[in-house]
Structure formats: structure tokens, C-alpha cells
């Protein structure tokens, strides 16, 4: 492999990429975020009920009857997974960023704002 220095524009389209990549993870994690905090009202709020009551849960789009019994676990699952994902993300994300920071500093790169 020859060590020669990139073009300015690899480097500008390695740049982009780097960036493009960092914006749809922290997206990502933004969402999944808000996710985890709509199933985590949900479950404060239907904790207290009887196992017996009633509840409804939206699955594939289908408005589905239920008991807060056989809801309750389902939901806890669910929040719990998501916070694993999210978990993951941020490694992800984290790495990410520094191989970024890493290229930077390689290539000498400093962004300069627009005026």
C-alpha cells in the first residue's frame, strides 16, 4: 500500500463521511432515547394498576386489548433492550469520534467557521 498524502478532495469527502456518520448516530441515539422515556412513563404509570385491569398496547399498527399483567413484562423487555441498544450506540459513537479526532490530527485538519 503506497503511503502517499490523500487528495484534498478524499480528504474532504473522508471528512464528510466521518461527519455524516457521527450526525446519524447521535440521531439514532436521539430517538431511541426518546423511545426509552415514552416506555418508561408507560410502565410508571401502569405499575400501581391491579394485574387484572385492563390496558391496551399498540401492536403492528393494531390497537390490542390486554391486562396490565401480560403488558408490564412485555414493556420492561422492551425498555430494557432499548437502553442496551442505545448503550451500544454510544460505544459506537464514541469510537467513531475518535477515529475522527485520530484523522483530524493526521492530516492536520482545522475547520474553519464561516462567516
Do not use: W
Amino acid at each position: 500500500m503506497s503511503t502517499k498524502k490523500p487528495s484534498d478532495a478524499e480528504l474532504t469527502q473522508k471528512y464528510n463521511q466521518y461527519k455524516n456518520e457521527l450526525q446519524q448516530l447521535a440521531q439514532k441515539i436521539g430517538e431511541l432515547e426518546s423511545e426509552v422515556e415514552e416506555h418508561k412513563l408507560v410502565i410508571d404509570s401502569i405499575s400501581p394498576l391491579e394485574p387484572d385491569r385492563k390496558c391496551f398496547r399498540m401492536v403492528g399498527g393494531v390497537l390490542v386489548e390486554r391486562t396490565v399483567k401480560e403488558v408490564l413484562p412485555a414493556l420492561e423487555t422492551n425498555y430494557n433492550g432499548i437502553n442496551q441498544v442505545i448503550e451500544s450506540l454510544l460505544k459506537s459513537y464514541k469510537r467513531k469520534e475518535e477515529e475522527f479526532i485520530e484523522f483530524q490530527k493526521k492530516y492536520k485538519i482545522q475547520v474553519v467557521a464561516k462567516q
